[in-house]
Protein backbone atom coordinates (compact mmCIF):
# COMPACT_ATOMS: atom_id res chain seq x y z
CA UNK A 1 0.00 0.00 0.00
CA UNK A 2 2.99 2.19 0.74
CA UNK A 3 4.89 1.72 -2.63
CA UNK A 4 1.67 3.28 -4.69
CA UNK A 5 1.91 6.49 -3.73
CA UNK A 6 5.33 6.05 -4.73
CA UNK A 7 4.67 4.68 -8.19
CA UNK A 8 2.46 7.05 -8.99
CA UNK A 9 4.66 10.16 -8.10
CA UNK A 10 7.36 8.68 -9.81
CA UNK A 11 5.50 8.42 -12.75
CA UNK A 12 3.83 11.75 -12.80
CA UNK A 13 7.72 12.83 -12.53
CA UNK A 14 8.46 11.55 -15.54
CA UNK A 15 5.73 13.29 -16.88
CA UNK A 16 6.57 16.69 -16.26
CA UNK A 17 9.98 15.60 -17.08
CA UNK A 18 9.11 14.80 -21.04
CA UNK A 19 6.14 17.59 -21.00
CA UNK A 20 9.45 20.19 -19.88
CA UNK A 21 11.63 18.59 -22.43
CA UNK A 22 8.98 18.71 -25.10
CA UNK A 23 8.61 22.40 -23.88
CA UNK A 24 12.07 23.58 -23.94
CA UNK A 25 12.37 22.03 -27.38
CA UNK A 26 9.57 23.91 -29.11
CA UNK A 27 10.46 27.03 -27.14
CA UNK A 28 14.20 26.47 -29.27
CA UNK A 29 12.24 25.29 -32.47
CA UNK A 30 10.09 28.32 -32.11
CA UNK A 31 13.45 31.00 -31.64
CA UNK A 32 15.18 28.85 -34.87
CA UNK A 33 11.99 29.74 -37.06
CA UNK A 34 12.12 32.94 -35.82
CA UNK A 35 15.70 33.40 -36.02
CA UNK A 36 16.10 32.06 -39.09
CA UNK A 37 13.30 34.22 -41.40
CA UNK A 38 14.63 36.88 -43.57
CA UNK A 39 14.34 40.49 -42.43
CA UNK A 40 12.00 42.13 -44.51
CA UNK A 41 13.86 44.48 -46.59
CA UNK A 42 13.75 48.42 -45.98
CA UNK A 43 12.25 50.88 -48.73
CA UNK A 44 15.79 52.08 -49.24
CA UNK A 45 16.77 48.61 -49.81
CA UNK A 46 14.12 48.07 -52.04
CA UNK A 47 14.61 51.59 -53.83
CA UNK A 48 18.57 50.35 -54.17
CA UNK A 49 17.70 47.41 -55.77
CA UNK A 50 14.92 48.82 -58.51
CA UNK A 51 17.33 51.37 -59.68
CA UNK A 52 19.87 48.35 -60.09
CA UNK A 53 17.15 45.75 -61.80
CA UNK A 54 16.09 49.71 -63.74
CA UNK A 55 19.70 49.94 -65.18
CA UNK A 56 19.94 46.33 -65.95
CA UNK A 57 16.67 46.48 -67.78
CA UNK A 58 17.86 49.07 -69.44
CA UNK A 59 21.02 47.91 -70.42
CA UNK A 60 19.20 44.55 -71.78
CA UNK A 61 16.53 47.09 -73.69
CA UNK A 62 19.77 48.65 -75.68
CA UNK A 63 21.67 45.30 -76.39
CA UNK A 64 18.47 44.30 -77.99
CA UNK A 65 17.64 46.86 -79.72
CA UNK A 66 21.58 46.49 -81.36
CA UNK A 67 21.26 42.77 -81.74
CA UNK A 68 17.84 43.73 -83.85
CA UNK A 69 19.73 46.75 -85.85
CA UNK A 70 22.47 43.93 -86.79
CA UNK A 71 19.58 41.35 -87.41
CA UNK A 72 18.36 44.01 -89.83
CA UNK A 73 21.86 44.74 -91.56
CA UNK A 74 22.33 40.79 -91.70
CA UNK A 75 19.31 40.12 -93.33
CA UNK A 76 19.94 42.71 -96.49
CA UNK A 77 23.14 41.77 -96.33
CA UNK A 78 21.78 38.50 -97.32
CA UNK A 79 19.41 39.39 -99.65
CA UNK A 80 22.44 41.10 -101.31
CA UNK A 81 24.37 38.42 -101.34
CA UNK A 82 21.42 35.51 -103.10
CA UNK A 83 20.73 38.29 -105.73
CA UNK A 84 24.27 37.89 -106.57
CA UNK A 85 24.59 34.14 -106.05
CA UNK A 86 21.65 33.63 -108.71
CA UNK A 87 23.32 35.86 -110.84
CA UNK A 88 26.03 33.67 -110.54
CA UNK A 89 24.46 30.67 -110.53
CA UNK A 90 22.82 31.25 -114.10
CA UNK A 91 25.63 32.73 -115.28
CA UNK A 92 27.27 28.61 -114.29
CA UNK A 93 25.06 27.38 -115.76
CA UNK A 94 24.84 29.23 -119.19
CA UNK A 95 28.86 28.73 -119.55
CA UNK A 96 28.73 25.05 -118.11
CA UNK A 97 26.26 24.81 -121.54
CA UNK A 98 28.62 26.53 -123.85
CA UNK A 99 31.57 24.08 -122.52
CA UNK A 100 29.54 21.04 -122.71
CA UNK A 101 29.19 22.12 -126.26
CA UNK A 102 32.80 22.43 -127.38
CA UNK A 103 33.14 18.67 -124.97
CA UNK A 104 30.76 16.91 -127.69
CA UNK A 105 33.25 18.57 -130.29
CA UNK A 106 36.20 17.39 -128.54
CA UNK A 107 34.63 14.16 -127.78
CA UNK A 108 33.61 13.24 -131.81
CA UNK A 109 36.96 14.48 -132.59
CA UNK A 110 38.81 12.14 -129.97
CA UNK A 111 40.61 14.93 -128.16
CA UNK A 112 39.38 14.50 -124.56
CA UNK A 113 38.97 12.33 -121.70
CA UNK A 114 35.22 12.16 -120.36
CA UNK A 115 34.51 14.97 -118.37
CA UNK A 116 30.07 14.04 -118.98
CA UNK A 117 29.88 14.32 -115.25
CA UNK A 118 31.64 17.25 -114.46
CA UNK A 119 29.38 19.34 -117.11
CA UNK A 120 25.87 18.06 -115.83
CA UNK A 121 26.82 19.32 -111.79
CA UNK A 122 25.45 21.95 -110.11
CA UNK A 123 27.86 21.99 -107.61
CA UNK A 124 30.98 24.61 -108.90
CA UNK A 125 33.27 22.50 -106.39
CA UNK A 126 33.37 19.76 -108.63
CA UNK A 127 34.46 21.56 -112.04
CA UNK A 128 36.87 23.08 -109.80
CA UNK A 129 38.55 19.83 -108.50
CA UNK A 130 39.01 18.89 -112.14
CA UNK A 131 39.87 21.79 -114.27
CA UNK A 132 42.33 20.61 -115.60
CA UNK A 133 40.79 17.88 -116.72
CA UNK A 134 38.92 20.98 -118.50
CA UNK A 135 41.15 22.54 -120.25
CA UNK A 136 42.10 19.28 -122.10
CA UNK A 137 38.63 20.19 -124.37
CA UNK A 138 40.33 22.78 -126.49
CA UNK A 139 43.67 24.86 -127.21
CA UNK A 140 42.23 27.23 -129.19
CA UNK A 141 38.55 27.44 -126.53
CA UNK A 142 41.03 27.75 -123.09
CA UNK A 143 39.84 31.61 -122.73
CA UNK A 144 36.48 30.15 -122.57
CA UNK A 145 37.34 27.26 -120.57
CA UNK A 146 39.25 29.44 -118.36
CA UNK A 147 36.41 31.48 -117.61
CA UNK A 148 34.15 28.95 -116.99
CA UNK A 149 36.51 28.18 -114.40
CA UNK A 150 36.65 31.67 -113.08
CA UNK A 151 33.02 31.77 -112.83
CA UNK A 152 32.68 28.73 -111.15
CA UNK A 153 35.29 29.98 -108.32
CA UNK A 154 32.80 33.02 -107.94
CA UNK A 155 29.75 30.93 -107.76
CA UNK A 156 31.83 29.27 -105.07
CA UNK A 157 32.73 32.16 -102.97
CA UNK A 158 29.07 33.57 -103.29
CA UNK A 159 27.61 30.34 -102.07
CA UNK A 160 30.37 30.62 -98.47
CA UNK A 161 29.23 34.11 -98.38
CA UNK A 162 25.59 33.16 -98.01
CA UNK A 163 26.39 30.70 -95.71
CA UNK A 164 28.25 32.60 -93.32
CA UNK A 165 25.29 35.62 -93.87
CA UNK A 166 22.82 32.84 -92.63
CA UNK A 167 24.91 31.37 -89.92
CA UNK A 168 25.31 35.07 -88.61
CA UNK A 169 22.02 35.18 -88.81
CA UNK A 170 21.25 32.54 -86.91
CA UNK A 171 23.12 33.67 -83.94
CA UNK A 172 21.78 37.01 -83.74
CA UNK A 173 17.86 35.54 -83.66
CA UNK A 174 19.51 33.05 -80.49
CA UNK A 175 21.05 36.83 -78.98
CA UNK A 176 17.89 38.58 -79.46
CA UNK A 177 16.09 36.19 -77.65
CA UNK A 178 18.33 35.76 -74.84
CA UNK A 179 18.59 39.76 -74.39
CA UNK A 180 14.65 40.04 -74.61
CA UNK A 181 14.53 37.20 -71.60
CA UNK A 182 16.88 39.43 -69.95
CA UNK A 183 14.58 42.31 -70.28
CA UNK A 184 11.79 40.03 -68.98
CA UNK A 185 13.44 38.88 -65.74
CA UNK A 186 14.57 42.45 -64.70
CA UNK A 187 10.77 43.72 -64.88
CA UNK A 188 9.75 40.29 -62.90
CA UNK A 189 12.40 41.18 -60.80
CA UNK A 190 11.34 44.72 -60.02
CA UNK A 191 7.59 43.30 -59.21
CA UNK A 192 8.62 40.60 -56.72
CA UNK A 193 10.89 42.84 -55.27
CA UNK A 194 7.91 45.79 -54.79
CA UNK A 195 6.15 42.49 -53.66
CA UNK A 196 8.04 43.16 -50.10
CA UNK A 197 6.29 46.23 -49.35
CA UNK A 198 3.19 47.62 -48.24
CA UNK A 199 1.37 49.78 -51.06
CA UNK A 200 1.81 52.78 -48.88
CA UNK A 201 5.44 51.98 -48.74
CA UNK A 202 5.16 51.34 -52.94
CA UNK A 203 4.02 54.81 -53.49
CA UNK A 204 7.35 55.93 -51.96
CA UNK A 205 9.38 53.72 -54.29
CA UNK A 206 10.65 55.88 -57.72
CA UNK A 207 12.02 54.59 -60.83
CA UNK A 208 12.32 55.88 -64.76
CA UNK A 209 9.20 57.62 -65.81
CA UNK A 210 7.56 58.22 -61.85
CA UNK A 211 5.45 61.49 -61.79
CA UNK A 212 5.34 61.81 -65.58
CA UNK A 213 2.42 63.69 -67.02
CA UNK A 214 0.88 62.44 -70.94
CA UNK A 215 -1.42 65.65 -71.38
CA UNK A 216 1.66 68.28 -71.14
CA UNK A 217 1.51 71.10 -74.17
CA UNK A 218 4.38 71.80 -76.21
CA UNK A 219 5.64 75.81 -75.97
CA UNK A 220 8.53 75.61 -77.66
CA UNK A 221 8.75 76.94 -81.19
CA UNK A 222 8.73 75.14 -84.50
CA UNK A 223 10.20 75.87 -87.99
CA UNK A 224 10.24 72.84 -89.09
CA UNK A 225 13.94 71.83 -88.40
CA UNK A 226 16.38 71.42 -85.46
CA UNK A 227 15.56 70.72 -82.41
CA UNK A 228 11.95 72.87 -82.44
CA UNK A 229 10.71 70.49 -84.82
CA UNK A 230 12.09 67.30 -83.05
CA UNK A 231 10.54 68.83 -79.65
CA UNK A 232 7.29 68.95 -81.67
CA UNK A 233 7.56 65.75 -82.59
CA UNK A 234 7.92 63.87 -79.23
CA UNK A 235 4.84 66.19 -77.94
CA UNK A 236 2.74 64.47 -80.69
CA UNK A 237 4.60 61.15 -79.52
CA UNK A 238 2.16 61.66 -75.96
CA UNK A 239 0.18 58.60 -74.55
CA UNK A 240 1.61 56.22 -76.89
CA UNK A 241 2.95 52.88 -75.20
CA UNK A 242 6.56 52.03 -74.57
CA UNK A 243 7.16 48.57 -76.50
CA UNK A 244 11.04 47.06 -76.53
CA UNK A 245 12.58 47.61 -80.01
CA UNK A 246 9.97 50.07 -81.42
CA UNK A 247 10.60 52.93 -83.37
CA UNK A 248 7.02 54.51 -83.95
CA UNK A 249 4.42 55.34 -85.37
CA UNK A 250 2.25 53.91 -82.79
CA UNK A 251 4.98 52.69 -79.88
CA UNK A 252 8.47 53.73 -79.10
CA UNK A 253 11.31 52.57 -76.56
CA UNK A 254 13.58 55.51 -75.43
CA UNK A 255 16.21 55.61 -78.05
CA UNK A 256 13.54 54.65 -81.12
CA UNK A 257 11.67 57.73 -79.93
CA UNK A 258 14.58 60.04 -79.89
CA UNK A 259 15.60 58.41 -83.21
CA UNK A 260 12.42 59.60 -84.74
CA UNK A 261 11.88 62.92 -83.32
CA UNK A 262 15.15 63.39 -84.93
CA UNK A 263 14.43 62.07 -88.09
CA UNK A 264 11.31 64.43 -88.54
CA UNK A 265 13.67 67.16 -87.67
CA UNK A 266 15.38 66.08 -91.15
CA UNK A 267 18.87 64.74 -89.01
CA UNK A 268 19.50 61.01 -88.92
CA UNK A 269 21.20 59.73 -85.79
CA UNK A 270 21.86 56.15 -84.73
CA UNK A 271 19.46 53.65 -83.23
CA UNK A 272 20.74 52.83 -79.73
CA UNK A 273 21.53 55.22 -76.42
CA UNK A 274 25.38 53.80 -76.73
CA UNK A 275 25.11 55.04 -80.12
CA UNK A 276 23.38 58.00 -80.18
CA UNK A 277 25.87 59.02 -77.06
CA UNK A 278 28.96 58.03 -78.88
CA UNK A 279 28.33 59.50 -82.20
CA UNK A 280 30.66 62.65 -81.70
CA UNK A 281 27.63 65.40 -81.45
CA UNK A 282 28.64 68.14 -79.28
CA UNK A 283 28.43 67.65 -75.48
CA UNK A 284 26.20 70.21 -73.42
CA UNK A 285 26.61 71.13 -70.03
CA UNK A 286 22.90 70.78 -68.02
CA UNK A 287 22.85 74.05 -67.09
CA UNK A 288 23.07 74.99 -71.00
CA UNK A 289 20.52 72.54 -71.95
CA UNK A 290 18.42 73.60 -75.13
CA UNK A 291 15.07 71.84 -76.72
CA UNK A 292 15.90 68.85 -78.83
CA UNK A 293 18.81 67.83 -76.73
CA UNK A 294 19.22 64.31 -75.87
CA UNK A 295 20.02 63.38 -72.20
CA UNK A 296 21.41 60.61 -71.25
CA UNK A 297 21.10 58.13 -67.84
CA UNK A 298 22.19 55.17 -66.12
CA UNK A 299 25.74 54.77 -68.15
CA UNK A 300 23.95 56.21 -71.38
CA UNK A 301 21.85 53.59 -71.25
CA UNK A 302 18.79 55.43 -71.21
CA UNK A 303 17.80 58.58 -73.05
CA UNK A 304 15.18 61.32 -73.26
CA UNK A 305 14.55 64.60 -75.24
CA UNK A 306 14.97 67.80 -73.20
CA UNK A 307 11.90 69.86 -74.40
CA UNK A 308 12.30 73.03 -71.92
CA UNK A 309 11.75 74.09 -68.54
CA UNK A 310 13.85 71.66 -67.06
CA UNK A 311 11.67 68.66 -68.24
CA UNK A 312 12.73 65.77 -70.89
CA UNK A 313 9.76 63.62 -72.63
CA UNK A 314 10.47 59.89 -72.04
CA UNK A 315 9.60 56.67 -73.02
CA UNK A 316 10.59 55.33 -69.98
CA UNK A 317 9.66 50.88 -69.63
CA UNK A 318 7.53 48.10 -70.47
CA UNK A 319 3.58 49.36 -68.93
CA UNK A 320 4.16 53.13 -69.04
CA UNK A 321 3.17 55.53 -71.72
CA UNK A 322 5.62 58.26 -73.51
CA UNK A 323 5.45 61.29 -71.38
CA UNK A 324 6.36 64.60 -69.91
CA UNK A 325 8.64 64.71 -66.87
CA UNK A 326 10.99 66.74 -64.32
CA UNK A 327 14.83 66.30 -64.78
CA UNK A 328 14.49 67.05 -61.06
CA UNK A 329 12.41 63.86 -59.82
CA UNK A 330 14.20 61.13 -58.24
CA UNK A 331 15.12 58.68 -60.42
CA UNK A 332 16.49 61.20 -63.70
CA UNK A 333 18.02 63.28 -60.90
CA UNK A 334 20.11 60.67 -59.74
CA UNK A 335 21.00 58.98 -62.61
CA UNK A 336 22.07 62.14 -65.15
CA UNK A 337 24.87 61.18 -67.15
CA UNK A 338 25.06 64.09 -69.33
CA UNK A 339 23.59 65.76 -72.66
CA UNK A 340 24.83 65.57 -76.35
CA UNK A 341 23.03 68.12 -79.57
CA UNK A 342 22.61 66.32 -82.39
Keep these: MVTRPTVHLSLRRRCAAVTASVLACGGIAIFAVAAGAAPQPTVSQVQAKIDKLTTQENVAGQQYDQTVQEL ?26 EIAQIATTAYESGNMSSVGALLTSDKPQAVLSQASVLLQL ?45 ISKALADQQATLATLTAQQQATVTTVGTGGSTSARNTVPNNGQGGG ?30 QAAWA ?45 GGNVIDA ?27
Design 72 to 97: SSAKQQLATVRRELNADRAKFRQMRA
Design 138 to 182: SSDRSAQVNQFIATARQLEGAQQTASRTETAIAALNKQRLARKQS
Design 229 to 258: AAVAFAFAQLGKPYVWGATGPDAYDCSGLA
Design 264 to 308: AAGVSIPRDTYGQAGAGYPAVPQGNLQPGDLVFFAGDSHVAIYVG
Design 316 to 342: PQPGMNVEEVSLSSSWYASNYNGAVRP
